[in-house]
């Protein structure tokens, strides 16, 4: 059985997740917002080890933390591969607009639909642009989890407004891939609490 952990982290208050098997050490880190250090101690304390990094997308409070906690475990970035510019790029993740110039290049480039495994979990990248041009989603299917990213909120959705946003590809993308998905699965947001497929189908003001 896989687990969830979750740390809020950066100026977002970015729900950071850590998914790993029941009884297991190693974990999969999901959006690093800030101090991937503190990330790592964090983890460490609680004897977890990091077996790769994933990225729901390449906006600057999901990926301030990835040079720290990278260089703590020296494990693999993994990104949707359409999201490679807005990683690249610091004018489409924000950073230096708030702040501090960050760029990413991920060891991994996923496509949608791919199932990967790795340190024995096994998740499907499903491609949800929208809040960027690049967002996705991560499904660990047979435990019922997604891992939202800024696609889908509680009873909302993801921001539009910021470079190569769209509000109507990101509804398109909630009800051609999200909405498709058995109503009992839980949802992990970037921001805000959990939910599921089914209440959001219900009661999100965006869709219906």
């Not at 101090?35 to 997308?57: N, Q, W």
């Not at 703590?72 to 807005?86: L, Q, R, S």
């Amino acid at each position: 059985m896989i687990k969830i952990g979750r740390i809020l982290m950066g100026v977002c208050q970015t729900n950071c997740y850590f998914v790993y098997e029941e009884g297991k050490k190693e974990v999969l880190f999901i959006d690093p917002a800030d101090h991937g250090e503190v990330i790592y101690e964090k983890l460490e304390k609680a004897g977890f080890t990091v077996a790769a990094i994933l990225l729901t997308h390449g906006h600057f409070d999901h990926i301030w933390g990835i040079a720290g906690l990278k260089e703590k475990t020296g494990a693999k970035v993994y990104a949707f591969e359409g999201e490679k510019d807005v990683l690249n790029r610091i004018e489409l993740n924000l950073s230096e607009q708030f702040g501090r110039a960050c760029t990413v290049e991920a060891d991994v480039y996923l496509k949608d639909g791919e199932k990967t495994t790795i340190a024995g979990m096994t998740f499907q990248t499903i491609a949800t642009p929208g809040h960027t041009q690049g967002s996705c989603c991560f499904y660990f299917e047979e435990d019922g989890i997604l891992v939202a990213g800024d696609t889908l909120f509680e009873s909302s959705v993801g921001r539009t407004d910021f470079p190569t946003g769209s509000m109507s590809t990101l509804v398109r993308s909630v009800e051609e891939k999200l909405f498709v998905l058995p109503d009992e699965v839980k949802v992990f947001p970037g921001h805000g609490g959990q939910t599921t497929i089914g209440d959001e189908k219900k009661y999100n003001p965006f869709f219906g």
